[in-house]
Nanobody
Framework: QVQLVESGGGLVQPGGSLRLSCAASGFTFSSYRMSWYRQTPGKERELVASIGSSLGLTTYAASVKGRFTISRDNDKNMVDLQMNRLRPEDTAVYYC???????????WGQGTQVTVSS
């Protein structure tokens, strides 16, 4: 059974930090590109950050570049998203996504809520 389980979300004040984690199981983690997406009501789900399966090259949405950092640990089958200097517009449900680098099969986690508010 493929599982992606996000954790670490919560309520934080503007300027604060959160670290999201995604625990993967049921597939060959090291063969998958890992990404974080987020979705706010009324908006399309958007790509926040992504890290490649082999070289570990990272990409970020312009709105989070310089504030967020994605990382992975292939020994622990984990991908993290360190979020710093959070803004109210970062409020969203954050989803972990895995895409096979060859087959392009994809999996989604259930999401974790991040709320940035005073």
């Amino acid at each position: 059974q493929v599982q992606l389980v996000e954790s670490g979300g919560g309520l934080v004040q503007p300027g604060g930090s959160l670290r999201l984690s995604c625990a993967a199981s049921g597939f060959t983690f090291s063969s998958y590109r890992m990404s974080w997406y987020r979705q706010t009501p009324g908006k399309e789900r958007e790509l926040v950050a992504s890290i490649g399966s082999s070289l570990g090259l990272t990409t970020y949405a312009a709105s989070v570049k310089g504030r967020f950092t994605i990382s992975r640990d292939n020994d622990k089958n984990m991908v993290d998203l360190q979020m710093n200097r959070l803004r109210p517009e970062d409020t969203a449900v954050y989803y972990c996504c895995a895409v096979n680098s060859w087959s392009k099969d994809g999996y989604w986690g259930q999401g974790t809520q991040v709320t940035v508010s005073s």
